[in-house]
C-alpha cells in the first residue's frame, strides 16, 4: 500500500510510571520505499555527473556515490515524522527531550519496516481546586527618608568615578583574569572579571560563587598579584562539573580600584533636575511604585505556597534534574522586573546556586502548576504586554528599552520572560478571588517570621 499524506506509522504507548512512557513505533515498508524513491528521485534532477547529462544519472550510480547520505538524511526525516505523528495520535504534552539511543544503529531498507522506540516525560496529570478565598496578608509599606537617602547614594555610587588604588581595601574592587577549575575541568576562564572585597564580613562573591571567608582568601591584593581562592562548588551550579567540586579560583589582578560617588546635585543636574531635592522626589515616586509592585510580589508568593501545599503530583525525573540552571534564569528576569541593580542580582544569583536542590523542584512545580491554572482560566500574554514589561524594566533600570530587547533577544530571555508574565498573570487572576488583609509591616514581619520558622513536631 503506498504511503498516504495521513499517517506513516503504527505505533503504541506503554506507561511506565506518572510522568514517563515508551512509545513504540514501526514505519511500514512501502512508506519506507515511497520516501527513498522520492529522495532519489530529487537527486537525479538535481545532480550533475560527469558523463552524463542533469537528471539523466543512473540510479546504481547515485546510490554508489550518494546513497548513505540520502539514507540518513531519510531516516532522520522519518524518524522525525514518524515520532511527531506518534505523540499527536496518543495526545502525549511531552516535556524535555526524548531518549531514543538505538535509532543511531537502524538502517533503512527499502521492503523492510523501521522499528524503533522513544522513551518520553510527559506534562504530570492533576486537577486544580477550589481557588477562591484564599487567605493572604499584605503588608502597610511606607516609603522612608532613610531608604531615598540609601537610593540616592546607590546611584552616586553608580555614576561615581574610579581612583586607582594601590593596595586594595574592603569594599574595593580588583579587576583581572578569573579562571575557575574543577579539578582540570575549567568552568570560567573570564578576562576582566571584577570581584568586590567584602565591605563588612568575610563572606564574598567571585566568578559567581558565594565564598565564606573571600576576605580572608584576598587579603589586601595589589595589581599584579596572583590570587587563589579554594571552595566547594554549590550543589546547584549550572555546570555539573562544579557541584559540590574542589573548586580553584584563580585570579590575576591587573587594576585596583575604588569607587568615589558622585555629588548629588551634580547627579541631579545630569538627570535634568534642579538639585538633590528634586531628585529625591523622583526616587520617592519610583519608590513608592516599586514598593506597589513589592507587595504584589508578596501576594503572589502566598498564593504559590498555597498552590504548592495543596497540590500534589509527581514530577519527570529527567527533567526535574535539568531543572537548575532554568531556576536561576526565572529568578534573574523575577529580579529585572522588580528594578533590581546588576550587582545585586548576581549576588543573589549566586546565593541560590548554594541553595538546596528543593528550590529547583519547587520552581518547576510551580510552572506545571501555572500552566495549568493559565490553560484553565483562558490567561494569555500579548506582544504588548511583553514590551510594556520591556518598558518598565528598562526605566528601573536606567536603559533604553530597546537595548534591553535586544539584551533579552541575545541572552535568550524572551521566552523566559514570556512565561514568566503569564505565570505573574495567572497569580493575579487567583488574587483576585483571594482574601487580602493589609496589615501593618510589624504584623507583616512577625507572620513573614512564622512562616519562615520549621513546623513544630
Not at 514501526?26 to 519506507?32: L, Q, S, T
Not at 554549590?234 to 579560583?249: G, K, M, Q, T, V
Request: charged share 30%; with cysteine; proline share 4%.
Amino acid at each position: 500500500m503506498a504511503e498516504t499524506a495521513d499517517k506513516i506509522c503504527t505505533s503504541s504507548v506503554t506507561e511506565n510510571g506518572p510522568t514517563s512512557r515508551t512509545l513504540s513505533i514501526e514505519i511500514a515498508p512501502d512508506v519506507i520505499t515511497d520516501r527513498l524513491e522520492t529522495a532519489f528521485g530529487t537527486l537525479r534532477t538535481e545532480a550533475a555527473l560527469p558523463g552524463f547529462r542533469k537528471g539523466h544519472a543512473p540510479r546504481g550510480l547515485l546510490e554508489k556515490r550518494f546513497g548513505e547520505h540520502v539514507r540518513d538524511e531519510t531516516k532522520g526525516q522519518l524518524l522525525s515524522s514518524a515520532y511527531a505523528e506518534a505523540i499527536d495520535e496518543h495526545g502525549l504534552k511531552v516535556v524535555g527531550n526524548p531518549i531514543a539511543d538505538q535509532t543511531e544503529s537502524i538502517e533503512l531498507v527499502e521492503g523492510s519496516p523501521l522499528s524503533f522506540s522513544v522513551e518520553v516525560e510527559i506534562v504530570p496529570t492533576f486537577e486544580i481546586p477550589e481557588l477562591s478565598g484564599i487567605a493572604v496578608k499584605r503588608p502597610v509599606v511606607e516609603v522612608t527618608d532613610e531608604q531615598i537617602a540609601g537610593e540616592v547614594e546607590r546611584l552616586c555610587l553608580g555614576e561615581g568615578d574610579l581612583e586607582d588604588r594601590d593596595v586594595a581595601e574592603p569594599g574595593d574592587y580588583i579587576t583581572g583574569h578569573g579562571v575557575m577549575k574543577a579539578g582540570d575541568t575549567v568552568i570560567h576562564d573570564i578576562p576582566g572579571a571584577v570581584v568586590q572585597l567584602p565591605k563588612s564580613k568575610d563572606e564574598g562573591m567571585i566568578l559567581g560563587v558565594v565564598v565564606g571567608d573571600l576576605a580572608k582568601q584576598l587579603g589586601s591584593p595589589k595589581a599584579g598579584d596572583s590570587l587563589t581562592v579554594t571552595t566547594t562548588g554549590p550543589e546547584n551550579h549550572e555546570n555539573e562539573a562544579a557541584r559540590n567540586a574542589e573548586l580553584s579560583i584563580g585570579f590575576e589582578v591587573e587594576t585596583v580600584a575604588r569607587i568615589i560617588p558622585a555629588e548629588a546635585d551634580d547627579l541631579a543636574k545630569r538627570n535634568g533636575l534642579d538639585d538633590a531635592a528634586a531628585l529625591e522626589g523622583v526616587i520617592r515616586s519610583q519608590l513608592e511604585q516599586r514598593v506597589e509592585s513589592e507587595r504584589a510580589t508578596l501576594v503572589r508568593q502566598q498564593i504559590a505556597a498555597h498552590l504548592l501545599k495543596t497540590i500534589e503530583f509527581e514530577l519527570p525525573k529527567r527533567l526535574s534534574a535539568q531543572q537548575a540552571g532554568n531556576v536561576f534564569e526565572r529568578r534573574r528576569l523575577e529580579l529585572m522586573q522588580r528594578g533590581v541593580d546588576q550587582q545585586t542580582i548576581e549576588e543573589n544569583i549566586a546565593r541560590l546556586r548554594s541553595a538546596s536542590a528543593a528550590e529547583a523542584l519547587r520552581e518547576l512545580k510551580l510552572l506545571f502548576i501555572l500552566s495549568k491554572v493559565s490553560e484553565e482560566k483562558g490567561v494569555s500574554v500579548s506582544e504588548a504586554e511583553i514590551n510594556s514589561a520591556i518598558v518598565s524594566m528598562a526605566r528601573q533600570r536606567g536603559e533604553r528599552p530597546e537595548a534591553l530587547q535586544q539584551q533579552l533577544v541575545q541572552n535568550r530571555q524572551i521566552n523566559g520572560l514570556y512565561q514568566q508574565v503569564m505565570e505573574q498573570k495567572a497569580l493575579d487572576t487567583i488574587a483576585q478571588d483571594a482574601a487580602i488583609e493589609d496589615v501593618s509591616a510589624d504584623e507583616w514581619n512577625a507572620y513573614a517570621k512564622s512562616l519562615s520558622e520549621p513546623a513544630s513536631e
